[in-house]
Structure formats: C-alpha cells, structure tokens
C-alpha cells in the first residue's frame, strides 16, 4: 500500500498546500527562516493543515538537526539528554513539540531557560491556540501563527497531482466526495484515497463511502470552534434565517455536542432575544431543555430542530436584555434612590391597584428613571399600546 502522506510530505515552503501566509515569499515567517533568524514559535490549527510539516521545512531551511517531541509523552530527561548534546556546539537544534498545549508547568519551567539563551530553537504546534496555556515567560518569548483549514481548490490540486503521479483511476462523483468530505483536512484526504486504492483499481463514491459514510467536521471540541459555532448558531437565529439556524444546529450536534448544552443556550436566546416580542418561545425552549436532558441523542436533534425553527420564526426584541443590564449598571454607577414610603414595608399611604380596577397613579420612585423601552414586535406591541392606554408608558 502506497504512504500517500509520507510521499507527499512537502519538503519546501514551495510545496506547501493552502497555507500562502506562511509560505509565500513574502510570508514573514519564510523571510525569517531565510534570514536565519527565525525565534521561538508556536503553530495553532486544525489537523491534517501542515504544522508538523512546515516544522520540518523550518529545521531544513535553517539547517537545524530536528528533534520531535508530543506533549503528552515527553520526558523531561529526553529534553536535558539533548541539551547537554548541544550545550558547546556552534548549531542548535530544533526541539518540536506537537500537542504542545498540554505542557506541564514543569515542562515549561525546564524549556524556558534554554529558550531565554537562545541554545534550542522550540516550535511547538496544537489544534488549539496554545498561548491561554503557556506561562507570560514563554509566551513573551515566542511568535504565534495561525494555520486554516486547507481551502478545497488547494485539495483539488494536491489530489490531482496524487492521481496523476500514482495513475489512479477514479470517478469524477468520488473525488468530489474525497474533497468535500475531508474537512480541509490533507491528511484526511490522502488517507482516505490510501486505503480506497488499496481496496480496488476503481475507486467510486461507494469506495469511499464504504470507508468514511460521513464528512469529517471540525467538530465543537476544540475552545476555537466550539464558540464559533455556537456564536453562528445564536446569531443565525437572532437574524431569522432557518436555513443557517439549523446547518449550525446540525455541525454542533455532528461535532459531539451536548444537547443539554444546546438547549441551554436557546432557552438563554429565547429570554434574551425574543423575550416578550413571543412570551411563549421562552416556554418552549424550557420544555426542549427539560426534553432533551430525559431522551438523549439521536431523538434529541429534533426537539432541538423544531426549537430552533421556532425561535428564529419568532419576532425578537431585547427589551428585557437591555433593561436589566441598564438598571444593573445605574445601581453600580451609585444611583441609589429611596424607597418611597407609601411602598415601603409596613407602609402608610399605599394605594392597592385592584381598589382601583386594577391601576392607580402613585409614586414607585423618588425621582423618574427609564430602563424598559418596549419594541414595536409581536406580542411586545401589544403590551406597549395597553401600558399606554393605562399609563403615560412609552
């Protein structure tokens, strides 16, 4: 079986697919390595991007000896055992460091004086930003770079390089679906196209259904995407548009999110962007949170669904959202009224609304404040024209 990601590892910034920032010409990260003065850096993306392979370019440019390391297994003695290698030698080496996220503290501590003389070059990568776990001391001493999802006309040109080296015979649907379905992920695709070549001479969509029936997906695990999808799936509903509300929907709940999680937020976004434009939204979200946490995954998608559908079909308004956060801040700002005494406890000179038919003018406040401001939206409208016809409300 022919390695398809080893053979086709690139070996230079020129071969690098998808990831032009870095490797262009003008990449600042290229002109550093060039120059041989690239410093401590630390690479953050997606699987399958190129961190580990853009690492192994740097050493070559560089001309450093690479030493690869995993965070989860690396040996604090490994480290020294090198250190003491190179500690008179005119080179230094290239200590990469994969997962590097999960360092421990005392890991860190035995790196951070070699980075600080400059005797080790550390390139560390992760699919989550790793400077929220690295301590101030490294951070301040390291560059941070970002790598994206390789973007499927770059796929396209890795594949059909693949197909035309290795004289594979495919179908037009298959490679399609060798793309669309590896989440921007090349690594993803060459396996997949690996292990399809190792089955049959013709591989079909059905080859490659048979191996991976589903799209990968960046999944909601990693802090980045997680936020990011759950942000698209509030605001897609905020904005009523069903079709964007649900396709958010459906990558949390592909990525493995939890639909007690999910529920949670729309019953928050029912309050808070709906509110009393629909009273009712706030009582069926609460019902799909109390229904989801019985019935569990893969029933649970759609109570979530026709949740979803409902709340973004609704008319929004933040009126409660924004009253209760400008109340909240004129108390803390030190707008500290009496309570007047006709509604104190214990009070003289309350008048009881329902001896009045229901309402009565009297004094709530020492002085007029305003924090509630009524949208013209659904039920809201409603509410603002009776409270007018009753009040001098507006």
């Known amino acids: 079986m022919v390695?398809?990601?080893?053979?086709?590892?690139?070996?230079?910034?020129?071969?690098?697919?998808?990831?032009?920032?870095?490797?262009?010409?003008?990449?600042?990260?290229?002109i550093l390595c060039e120059k041989n003065t690239l410093g401590h850096s630390f690479f953050f993306g997606p699987s399958g991007c190129g961190k580990t392979s853009i690492a192994r370019i740097i050493a070559k440019t560089m001309e450093l000896p690479f030493y690869e390391f995993n965070a989860t297994s690396i040996k604090v003695e490994?480290?020294?055992?090198?250190?003491?290698?190179?500690?008179?030698?005119?080179?230094?080496?290239l200590i990469f460091i994969d997962e590097v996220h999960r360092l421990s503290k005392?890991?860190?501590?035995?790196?951070?004086?070699?980075?600080?003389?400059?005797?080790?070059?550390?390139i560390g990568a992760s699919t989550e930003n790793p400077?929220?776990?690295?301590?101030?001391?490294?951070?301040?001493?390291?560059?941070?770079?970002?790598?994206?999802?390789?973007?499927?006309?770059?796929?396209?040109?890795?594949?059909?390089?693949?197909i035309g080296k290795y004289d594979i015979n495919i179908t037009k649907d298959a490679k399609e679906y060798l793309i669309r379905s590896s989440g921007g992920d090349a690594r993803a695709m060459l396996k997949l196209l690996e292990f399809s070549a190792a089955i049959t001479d013709a591989i079909t969509i059905q080859t490659l259904k048979s191996l991976r029936?589903?799209?990968?997906?960046?999944?909601?695990?990693?802090?980045g995407v997680h936020y990011d999808l759950t942000s698209a799936m509030i605001k897609s509903i905020r904005g009523s548009d069903l079709n964007a509300s649900i396709?958010?929907?459906?990558?949390?709940?592909?990525?493995?999110?939890?639909?007690?999680?999910?529920?949670?937020?729309?019953?928050?976004?029912?309050?808070e962007d709906i509110g009393n434009a629909n009273p009712q939204a706030l009582i069926l979200a609460n019902s799909a949170m109390q229904s989801v946490a019985k019935i569990g995954y893969p029933e649970a998608r759609i109570i979530l669904s026709q949740c979803v559908i409902y709340l973004a079909s609704s008319p929004k308004s933040n009126s409660a959202y924004t009253?209760?956060?400008?109340?909240?801040?004129?108390?803390?700002?030190?707008?500290?009224?009496?309570?007047?005494?006709?509604?104190r406890d214990k009070s003289e000179g309350y008048l009881?609304?329902?001896?009045?038919?229901?309402?009565?003018?009297?004094?709530?406040?020492?002085k007029p404040l305003s924090f509630v401001h009524l949208k013209e939206s659904g039920y809201e409208k409603k509410i603002k024209e009776w409270l007018a016809k009753l009040t001098d409300f507006s």
């Open 323 to 343: 009253a209760i956060n400008d109340a909240l801040k004129a108390v803390k700002e030190g707008t500290l009224l009496e309570v007047p005494k006709n509604i």
């Open 352 to 366: 009881y609304p329902h001896d009045f038919g229901g309402y009565v003018k009297q004094k709530y406040l020492a």
């Open 247 to 271: 396709y958010y929907l459906a990558r949390l709940i592909e990525g493995g999110e939890s639909a007690e999680f999910i529920a949670r937020r729309l019953v928050i976004l029912a309050s």
């Open 131 to 162: 400077f929220f776990s690295l301590t101030s001391a490294i951070r301040s001493r390291a560059l941070l770079f970002e790598l994206y999802p390789i973007a499927e006309d770059s796929l396209t040109n890795l594949l059909e390089i693949v």
């Open 106 to 122: 005392n890991q860190q501590e035995v790196l951070l004086p070699f980075m600080e003389n400059n005797s080790i070059l550390v």
């Open 3 to 30: 390695d398809f990601t080893h053979l086709l590892r690139p070996k230079s910034f020129d071969e690098v697919v998808g990831q032009e920032h870095l490797s262009s010409k003008e990449a600042p990260l290229r």
């Open 78 to 93: 490994d480290l020294r055992r090198i250190f003491d290698q190179y500690k008179n030698a005119l080179q230094k080496p």
């Open 213 to 223: 029936p589903n799209a990968l997906s960046a999944g909601s695990s990693e802090a």
